[in-house]
């Protein structure tokens, strides 16, 4: 029993008094653990509070819990080295691909159900979000990213205050990339989700996930400048980049993506932008 779920049982015990100090008795941690469980720090994200019997089996039931949420069909689950976790999104929701490395994300701190279940969150709000562009920034993946994130904030209060402290962790060491905006926003909006939620549940105004990306463009535009700032200098470090030496890998075929496939997107831009320099 998670520690959350733990505490409910005191609240709601015939004699709370008797039953937290027995629950104490048995479990000394529960209270600390209770407490430090939204911590996002290198410690408790990588040393303590792990669970140590999860199996394949598991990680197939927590997606599929994840796909329920979302009402979206289970995707295809297959482990591989190299990522964390990865979705491959595609247009037939039940031909989406999730990839992950349970090795991996053991290491970095996604390393009980927890943070298990937040992982696959963020993977499949991709498909959610298949076909949902929001334009509210130069570079749709980023918000994506965030939208993604968003959700996972918003779950970890819908779904009985879901431990985020791992998860936005793991999140907040990544660096800005072309795909991913800087980790400390990730974090960010993971803790804005979470009130967001709060918010709409406490109006009464929360009917559905929809409802949560509604929070999307005012954490936006408060952290335009920010988002601006940090795209300005991956893209300025991009093109300064040594041009890439081929490799054995075949290049991924963006031609032949769909239309709504978010790399191919950012290629066409991408492509465009070049062409404009070219004729300049
Ligand atoms: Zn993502």
Same mark, same amino acid.
């Given at each position: ?10 609240a709601?015990?015939?004699?709370p008094? %008797? %039953? ?15 407490l430090?469980r =939204?911590? %996002? ?7 303590? #509070? ?8 598991d ?11 979302f ?5 295809i689950?297959?482990e591989? %080295?190299?990522?964390i976790?990865?979705v491959?999104?595609?247009d037939?929701a ?5 990839y992950? #490395? ?50 996972v ?10 431990a ?15 795909? =991913?905006p ?6 960010e ?13 406490q109006q ?5 996930i929809?409802?949560i ?9 408060s =952290?335009?400048?920010?988002l601006q700032?940090s795209w ?9 980049k ?10 991924? #075929? ?10 191919k997107?950012y290629?066409l831009? =991408? ?10």
């Amino acid at each position: 029993m998670n520690v959350v779920d733990e505490l409910k049982r005191i609240a709601n015990a015939e004699d709370p008094t %008797a %039953a937290f100090h027995e629950a104490m008795e048995r479990d000394p941690l529960l209270w600390v653990r209770f407490l430090r469980r =939204h911590d %996002a720090n290198i410690i408790d994200a990588l040393f303590l #509070d792990k669970d140590y019997d999860i199996k394949d089996e598991d990680i197939k039931d927590t997606v599929k819990q994840v796909a329920d949420f979302f009402e979206l069909p289970v995707p295809i689950i297959k482990e591989r %080295a190299e990522t964390i976790a990865e979705v491959i999104t595609s247009d037939k929701a039940e031909e989406c691909q999730l990839y992950y #490395d349970w090795r991996e994300m053991e290491k970095s701190g996604i390393n009980n159900r927890e943070a298990l279940i937040l992982a696959c969150l963020h993977e499949l709000a991709h498909q959610y979000l298949y076909k949902t562009r929001f334009l509210l920034f130069e570079n749709e993946l980023w918000i994506q990213e965030l939208a993604a994130d968003l959700l996972v904030g918003a779950f970890s209060v819908l779904n009985g205050d879901v431990a985020t402290g791992k998860y936005k962790f793991v999140a907040s060491r990544q660096k800005a990339t072309l795909t =991913h905006p800087d980790g400390k926003l990730r974090e960010e909006v993971v803790i804005y989700g979470r009130k967001y939620v709060e918010n709409l549940l406490q109006q009464k105004r929360y009917q559905g996930i929809k409802d949560i990306l509604t929070g999307l463009p005012a954490f936006v535009y408060s =952290h335009y400048q920010e988002l601006q700032e940090s795209w300005d200098r991956v893209s300025l470090e991009d093109s300064a980049k040594e041009p890439v030496k081929p490799t054995e890998r075949k290049p991924i #075929d963006y031609e032949s993506l769909p239309d709504t496939n978010l790399l191919k997107q950012y290629w066409l831009k =991408h492509k465009d932008d070049k062409k404009t320099e070219d004729e300049k």
